[in-house]
């Protein structure tokens, strides 16, 4: 099991860019997949992006696509840099963790592990 915490979110006006950061703990933190969910108030948790363990492969939502990356490092970190933000953008951000590979990513009952989330506010 690993234990995630986000940090990174903030206010930003439209247009503008984020960088969410997810620290990791475990010692089987290079077995899971990652990945990022974001719930708007109202509205259902969604998927938003993810990375094999090895990071070779990345997952995006059609919403986010050309906007947003993924990435993760050796040091137990998983990243998701947010360009282009807008409105539609502003939600709770999730960090998670698949424990099981091949897992179907885009599905919230897929995650093993949730960090607390970190709000990210867009303004028109």
């Known amino acids: 099991q690993v234990q995630l915490v986000e940090s990174g979110g903030g206010l930003v006006q439209a247009g503008g860019s984020l960088r969410l950061s997810c620290a990791a703990s475990?010692?089987?933190?290079?077995?899971?997949?990652m990945g990022w969910f974001r719930q708007a108030s109202g509205k259902e948790r969604e998927f938003v992006a993810a990375?094999?363990?090895?990071?070779?492969?990345k997952y995006y939502a059609d919403s986010v696509k050309g906007r947003f990356t993924i990435s993760r490092d050796n040091n137990k970190n998983t990243f998701l840099q947010m360009n282009n933000l807008g409105p539609e953008d502003t939600a709770v951000y999730y960090c998670?963790?698949?424990?099981?590979?091949?897992?179907?990513?885009?599905?919230?009952?897929?995650?093993?592990?949730w960090g607390q989330g970190t709000q990210v506010t867009v303004s028109s």
């Open positions: 998670a963790a698949y424990r099981v590979q091949g897992s179907i990513y885009t599905q919230s009952s897929s995650v093993s592990s």
């Open positions: 990375i094999t363990h090895a990071g070779i492969t």
């Open positions: 475990g010692r089987t933190f290079g077995t899971y997949a």
